[in-house]
């Protein structure tokens, strides 16, 4: 089995106990992961689609994602001077393919006080929070509940590094806010990796796995899932902790396979 190895992704420990995580834990991790996927994946060709349509008309704006009866919609829009309202000038709704979505604008623009502009408050706090970077990176804001569409349970709000060249995937120099439902108070901040890595595989030879190291935290991440979905075709990837080794499947499962006696 070939595996791409990745460096230590943070420093600094969160937490020191020794017992595995749940079943139900893991599988919470694995059901963000695909959501954040899912987001990631449809903030990407409605974006396509949109430019396609009438190039540079969202520049400057922002994409927010919702899925509602098995679809998603990404609408692209600005949050008024007082943030009281999300302006909505395009919208794009998925169609039967997956990676097909149907682009309308609304003339005159669409205004939402509900999700939409909760979600735009609480990316623009987060995106202040996290600061200037100096590469491309992409957002995702999903409820912290699953299947929670009114947020109740507040925000998450993601931001990791975009892809810039073909067939290499980043992972790392991450983080994840929590944000309360209305998107005016960041409630904790999450930093899930540290470093970037950018590992190009090797030609000829198929890839098996990755493999990367952190001590954050005793647990994969979110992003640690979104990274083995995100690949053409998905690759499992095995994350070392100071106390467990994990494979994530390719299909995002995340199974303990080794625990590490201190």
Do not use: C
């Not at 460096?7 to 749940?22: C, D, K, S």
């Not at 998603?72 to 709704?93: H, L, M, P």
């Not at 980043?170 to 904790?188: E, F, M």
């Not at 053409?232 to 070392?240: I, N, R, T």
């Amino acid at each position: 089995m070939l595996l791409i190895a990745g460096a230590a992704m943070a420093v600094g420990a969160e937490g020191q106990g020794v017992t595995a995580p749940t079943d139900a834990e893991l599988s919470a991790i694995t059901e963000r992961g695909r959501m954040l996927e899912e987001y990631d994946q449809a903030a990407w060709h409605a974006s396509d689609a949109v430019q396609t349509a009438n190039p540079k008309t969202v520049e400057g704006q922002h994409y927010i994602a919702k899925k509602e009866n098995g679809k998603w919609r990404v609408v692209f829009g600005a949050v008024n001077a007082d943030k009281s309202k999300f302006v909505i000038g395009y919208e794009a709704e998925q169609q039967a393919k997956p990676k097909e979505f149907l682009v309308k604008r609304d003339e005159p623009a669409r205004v939402d006080g509900g999700f939409y502009l909760f979600a735009a408050r609480a990316l623009e706090l987060a995106l202040a929070d996290f600061g200037p970077a100096a590469r491309p990176y992409n957002a995702a804001v999903l409820p912290a509940e699953p299947g929670d569409t009114n947020a109740k349970g507040g925000l998450f709000v993601y931001l990791y590094p975009g892809q810039t060249k073909g067939g290499i995937y980043p992972l790392g120099g991450d983080a994840r806010y929590l944000v309360s439902a209305d998107g005016t108070k960041i409630l904790a901040t999450r930093q899930m990796h540290k470093s970037v890595i950018e590992n190009r595989p090797p030609k000829g030879k198929k890839v098996e796995g990755g493999f990367h190291t952190h001590v954050l935290s005793d647990l994969p991440e979110d992003t640690d899932v979104l990274h083995v979905l995100q690949q053409d075709p998905p690759v499992p990837e095995f994350v070392s902790t100071t106390h467990f080794l994990y494979e994530i499947l390719a299909n995002g499962t995340i199974q303990v396979k080794k625990e590490r006696k201190h």
